[in-house]
């Protein structure tokens, strides 16, 4: 009878192990299903979500929280269940981050119904990946019935979300320069012409209005000529940030080239675009740019364009808001062009009538 007890135990102790065996190569299949998935996702959050669900398949752990520190900059996946600042109070804490740490946490939408607690290492599983200036690392709700080589299926799924998200911010920030004016951090001009041919489309498709205005700094060589071109580098990088600052949202700002800048305004009419064209005016010729110890003015002439049945090309309404912007500077510069009707009344300085009476020039 002993003898057959002792059968018996080694056949179970058999089945037990080509069943984890089985269990394992099934894994693997599904590890690699899912691998293959997340390397064809463009966006990091998406990249995420396939690792999280891979471990939470295989693992029955669910990931609390993904992040990638590259220097002093953080970058933050959560699942969207969790409470936002516990999770931001853990990756600080656990990146020994500095005052200096730029923390990023994104995540689709946080749960309404979340509770606020405290995680922290001693009741989470963490696997993490890199040196020390750049490092990832994965949170995970450990669970009691997890296999031996669960662990090594997290650190597999974590360096294949970390290489694949650091891909994809990496085209990003390529495409992003390409994109970009160094200078001035606005849309370059070739960017300019495709978001202008978009957003043409858009407005003619939906019957909407649509504006561009187009400036530049009156006598601007003579800035660069006195004060050099570091100082007219500054003068443009404080110009374009305070109109970008007092912009919508969705407008495009760009630089055209030069000292000259070009805006479209996505529903917007021509009275609107001249209201705003002239508030900006004003507010460049308030501003005074400090570089070193002298003080820079500077003003900016402004001319203004509007979509229309005859100026649904992009050249055509470039072309409008050019000869708009010719036209202010043949009239003396620091001004918008059309103008608005300017109302002279008896004893008092010439205003601008921003009323119902408001008619284009």
Not at 116 to 141: D, H, P, Q, W
Not at 267 to 294: N, P
């Amino acid at each position: 009878m002993t003898a057959m007890n002792r059968l018996s135990q080694k056949i179970s102790a058999a089945v037990c192990l080509f069943t984890r065996l089985d269990r394992r190569d099934a894994d693997h299949e599904k590890l690699t299903r899912y691998i293959v998935a997340l390397n064809r996702e463009t966006l990091p959050l998406e990249i995420i979500k396939h690792g999280a669900a891979c471990l939470k398949e295989i693992t029955n752990q669910r990931v609390l929280a993904f992040a990638i520190r590259n220097g002093n900059r953080i970058d933050g996946w959560a699942d969207p269940k969790t409470d936002e600042k516990s999770v931001q109070e853990l990756i600080l804490n656990d990146f020994n981050a500095t005052g200096t740490t730029a923390l990023n946490l994104r995540t689709q939408s946080f749960h309404p119904d979340r509770q606020a607690c405290r995680f922290n290492l001693g009741n989470l599983v963490s696997y993490e990946t890199g040196k020390k200036k750049s490092l990832s690392k994965i949170y995970m709700i450990p669970d009691p019935r997890s296999c031996g080589y669960h662990g090594d299926i997290a650190n597999i799924v974590l360096q294949s979300c970390s290489l694949a998200v650091s891909r994809q911010m990496t085209i990003k920030h390529l495409s992003n320069t390409a994109m970009i004016d160094p200078l001035t951090g606005c849309y370059n001009r070739r960017e300019f012409a495709n978001q202008l041919k978009s957003q043409i489309a858009g407005a003619v498709r939906h019957d909407s209005d649509l504006a561009v205005f187009m400036f530049d700094l009156d006598h601007f060589k003579k800035v660069n000529d006195r004060y050099g071109h570091l100082a007219g580098d500054q003068v443009l990088k404080e110009i374009s940030l305070l109109v970008r600052q007092n912009m919508r949202q969705g407008d495009v700002f760009a630089r055209y080239g030069g000292e000259e800048f070009i805006a479209i305004l996505p529903e917007t009419d021509k009275r609107k675009a001249i209201e705003l064209a002239d508030r900006l005016r004003r507010k460049i010729r308030a501003r005074t740019v400090l570089c070193g110890s002298r003080a820079i003015k500077v003003t900016a002439s402004f001319g203004v364009a509007s979509l229309d049945h005859q100026n649904r090309e992009t050249n055509t309404i470039i072309g409008d808001a050019d000869k708009m912007l010719y036209k202010a500077k043949l009239k003396g510069r620091n001004m918008v062009m059309p103008g608005l009707m300017k109302l002279v009344r008896p004893g008092r300085e010439e205003t601008w009538d921003h009323g119902l009476r408001m008619r284009v020039m």
